[in-house]
């Protein structure tokens, strides 16, 4: 089983990181000069398509001798993030933060641990922008691509090229993912992840093909429990009071489930570095270590505030799938309605609108993902959207 594996439908792109890791390999052994590897990469693909397992299969090619067999100890360790020279960045936040990543860029400047490649790879490189230019973290990227040290390679995924500074795209070779099919994810949803082949098959047309959020579904009750209750919204605004109470219910759910995967982390987290302070809890630290725990707090804030947000999104893209649906059935598409458990919703909705509605309704969606990537009060988007759902 290679470090490909699990990258499901991307045939083309497998390729080019094959023949990319190959060349690389002769850049190391000194036999080639390494036509086609290049030290800076951008990997782009719609939601789901496996823009991250693409760029850490590429970081595991790398570093194995082999290109990338998924069994040396070198895959293995950068598939379990814990290879020395492979980095793994995500925004703690809502965007990347200058400092870590002029952190990230002095590190990117030594030379490998291991003696072959030092990989960066940066999760969510359209987050790199900020609303003030002058501290862009894009900023602090920008020079170390321009000047690369010799046996770095930076690998950005976003969803879409238009969605990285023209700076640095330009300095960037491109590899771009596809919408895997449905047969294919729910193949590898078996093969993986053991699951009963009917669920698979169900996860992974509603998802759309989205490979994570097709095991999360899949194997996660309180996901499909909270994707049927955002399904019954589209069928329930009749006023502007049902509109009101379908956002605060979504914010608010969002909000519990946020809380549920943070606050246990948080505490063990707040605990143990009170622990390493010399404290069995924060009381009696003295001031240095009582910045350091606000600091920490602070951290957790932001992580807590993404985690939120982004439960909010997968949201907001069951809406999304729904009204496709919709629109779908408005327009005799032939294509299968992918929300087959609330089919009934789905045409009598298409049955009361038309098609030109039904695509105000999704760029009302679309427009309050923005506004939420944006900072705009979660509360206060969603009610905007709900009423025009109405």
Not at 320 to 330: E, I, K, T
Request: hydrophobic share 45%.
């Amino acid at each position: 089983m290679s470090v490909w594996t699990h990258l499901v439908g991307q045939d083309r792109a497998v390729a080019v990181f094959r023949h990319a890791a190959e060349a690389a390999a002769e850049v190391v052994a000194g036999t080639g000069p390494g036509v086609g590897m290049t030290h800076a990469w951008v990997v782009t693909g719609p939601p789901g398509s496996g823009r991250s397992t693409a760029a850490i299969a590429f970081a595991a090619a790398l570093q194995c001798p082999e290109g990338g067999c998924g069994a040396c100890h070198e895959c293995l360790t950068v598939l379990e993030g814990t290879h020395a020279d492979v980095e793994m960045v995500r925004p703690a936040g809502l965007h990347h933060l200058t400092d870590p990543i002029r952190a990230l860029v002095r590190r990117a400047s030594l030379s490998p641990a291991g003696g072959r490649w030092q990989v960066v790879v940066v999760e969510d490189a359209d987050r790199l922008e900020g609303p003030d230019e002058a501290w862009r973290p894009a900023n602090a990227l920008l020079k170390a691509i321009e000047e690369p040290s010799p046996r770095t390679v930076w690998v950005l995924c976003a969803p879409s090229l238009e969605d990285v500074l023209p700076t640095i795209r330009s300095r960037c070779r491109h590899v771009g993912l596809v919408t895997p099919p449905v047969e294919a994810v729910a193949d590898v949803l078996v093969r993986r992840d053991g699951i009963d082949p009917a669920m698979a098959a169900f996860a992974a047309r509603v998802t759309h093909s989205h490979v994570g959020r097709a095991r999360r579904l899949a194997t996660d009750e309180a996901t499909r429990i909270r994707r049927a209750e955002v399904l019954r919204i589209p069928a329930s605004l009749r006023g502007v009071g049902d509109c009101l109470r379908a956002a605060a219910n979504l914010v608010e759910a969002a909000e519990e489930e946020a809380a549920s995967v943070t606050t246990p982390r948080d505490d063990a987290e707040t605990k143990g570095f009170a622990t390493a302070l010399g404290q069995g809890s924060s009381r009696g630290v003295d001031a240095q270590g009582r910045a350091q725990l606000k600091e920490l707090e602070r951290q957790q804030k932001r992580r807590a505030t993404r985690t939120q947000r982004d439960i909010l999104d997968l949201s907001l893209l069951d809406l999304v799938g729904f009204y496709r649906d919709v629109l779908a059935v408005q327009l005799a598409a032939r294509v299968d309605v992918a929300n087959v458990d609330v089919e009934r919703d789905v045409r009598a909705v298409a049955a009361a609108s038309t098609p030109e509605r039904s695509l105000q309704r999704i760029d009302a969606i679309l427009h309050c993902r923005e506004a939420i990537a944006g900072n705009v009060a979660p509360l206060l988007a969603v009610e905007a959207m709900a009423l025009t759902l109405r």
